[in-house]
């Protein structure tokens, strides 16, 4: 199946969150199972820069009154995976974020930039593709490549089937409805049954609209979005397109994430013998200035400080935590209010907690592995992925019962628990839980169990990438047409 998955992020060439990860390793793992995957992304500065060997295939205008656009091949290190990247640098060549400046605001031209993104990829599937290949599928992800099933629905038959992937729907590219006219959109698609949504041009609405089949990260996030307010204003339209709705989780790249090769732990380890784990634990202290302590649980949290992660129910929680003897690191950034509570903290309780406000790949693997407890308050989750680290790096996680994390974490009271769960969004019930794992920390054999059950809980791509594929021919089947 020659399948094109456009997105607008990919590790290891340019990173916010989860859709990277997931860019990198579902493509790959498709790419295993026989079929001609190619991935479209932007041609962002780092993205140039960290490609050596690339070939401009075409030069086209995707908007006869706009400028050119290029648009080079290369192949993904590691895997081989081959790109396209849309080299349009007065849109992606900028110092900074990929939809942010660094005082933490949105390119002002953002519906440009990923109109057009959206626009070449439905171009790639349609009959005025700018190179010799025409997908027949099209797995978009996120707001930022949902106008592709708009624009596809304008093009003649036939052209390329799409699945409209939500990562989180939470982010939704809603934007003045003016951006319509300059992206070419016909006034005939702006309405309440099309791209438009509350006066504004919904990018994520368009996908919704007029993708063949909507998927999302988790099955339970695809039930809690049709459900409740987690539609975040969509839940109407999911739950009258309910029957092309699914949901399927994420898988990891098990050789990124893997405590026994990662090239960023100073000692390495498996489920055979954890020894090394302990090592890793030492220096992670030593490196972040915390009390070096073997015995001390080590909490550890990797994320985007934001209301949607649980961390400030989890700030208020920590002192009586941390006054019981545990320890905390925290890397992540985000919410500027987040970043200064946790830095006053870090300050607070110098030697037991550490917070890193920046983007920090190594530290991130190191963090994973150093701690004892993984910390994923969410009060809502599409699937995550650092919970499934955590397991695989034997750093149980305390996580919410919601989306993905209800999906991948079984409870520790259970069989084969994996981690702690809990279900109301709340102080009480987290801090209960924390406390709980910390027991249980404390409980060596017991402990040792909840690890080795995560550590060899299947969470790689093999069974995803199929069912993936499934989806994608049940979207091309005659019925569908
Ligand atoms: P989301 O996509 O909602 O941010 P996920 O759990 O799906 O959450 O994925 C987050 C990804 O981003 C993980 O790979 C995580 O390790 C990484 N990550 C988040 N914040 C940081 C950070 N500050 N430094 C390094 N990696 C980070």
């Not at 996680?397 to 084969?416: C, E, I, K, Q, W």
Request: charged share 20%; proline share 5%.
């Amino acid at each position: 199946m020659r399948i094109l998955f456009a997105t607008s992020e990919m590790h290891p060439l340019i990173k916010t969150g989860g859709l990277a990860d997931v860019s990198a390793s579902l493509p790959a793992a498709l790419q295993a199972l026989g079929q001609d995957v190619r991935v479209l992304l932007p041609g962002y500065t780092q993205v140039l820069d960290a490609l050596k060997s690339k070939k401009v295939v075409a030069t086209f205008k995707p908007f006869e009154d706009q400028a050119e656009v290029r648009l080079l091949s290369a192949k993904m290190p590691v895997t081989g995976v081959p790109l396209y990247v849309l080299d349009a640098p007065h849109y992606y060549c900028r110092v900074a974020g990929p939809y942010q400046y660094h005082l933490g605001g949105d390119w002002p031209d953002n519906p440009m930039r990923f109109g057009l993104l959206s626009r070449v990829a439905a171009m790639l599937g349609s009959s005025s593709s700018p190179v010799n290949w025409q997908a027949e599928l099209m797995h978009c992800n996120d707001w930022q490549t949902g106008l592709v099933p708009a624009y596809l629905h304008l093009e003649q038959e036939p052209h390329a089937k799409t699945v409209m992937a939500i990562h989180n729907i939470a982010f939704q590219g809603n934007f003045d409805h003016e951006w319509a006219k300059h992206l070419h959109l016909p006034q005939s698609l702006y309405h309440m049954h099309g791209v438009e949504f509350h006066g504004h041009l919904s990018f994520l609405k368009a996908g919704l609209q007029y993708a063949d089949r909507i998927v999302t990260v988790s099955p339970t996030y695809a039930h809690e979005i049709q459900a409740t307010e987690m539609g975040y204003g969509m839940q109407g339209l999911l739950t009258v397109r309910s029957a092309q709705v699914s949901g399927i989780l994420n898988g990891i790249d098990e050789d990124e994430w893997n405590p026994a090769t990662d090239p960023h732990l100073s000692a390495h380890y498996d489920e055979q013998d954890l020894s090394g784990k302990a090592q890793v634990k030492q220096a992670l202290q030593q490196r972040l200035g915390l009390e070096v302590d073997a015995q001390a649980p080590l909490l550890g949290v990797v994320s985007r400080l934001t209301y949607q992660k649980g961390l400030d129910l989890l700030l208020e929680c920590l002192p009586i935590l941390l006054d019981s003897g545990a320890q905390l690191a925290v890397l992540g950034s985000g919410d500027a209010e987040f970043e200064r509570r946790y830095q006053l903290l870090a300050q607070r309780y110098a030697g037991r907690v550490s917070v890193t406000t920046r983007f920090d790949e190594p530290l991130s693997h190191q963090i994973m592995a150093g701690a004892d407890i993984f910390l994923m308050p969410s009060r809502f989750e599409p699937c995550g992925l650092n919970q499934m680290y955590g397991m695989r790096y034997g750093t149980p996680p305390v996580v919410r019962r919601t989306g993905g994390l209800a999906d991948s974490v079984t409870n520790a009271s259970l069989d084969g628990g994996t981690g702690f769960v809990f279900d109301d969004p709340g102080v009480a019930a987290l801090q209960q839980t924390i406390k709980w794992a910390i027991e249980c920390y404390r409980d060596a054999p017991a402990f040792r169990r909840i690890q080795l059950n995560g550590m060899k809980k299947d969470v790689s791509w093999r069974h995803s990438a199929q069912l993936y594929l499934e989806l994608y021919k049940a979207s091309m089947a005659k019925q569908d047409q």
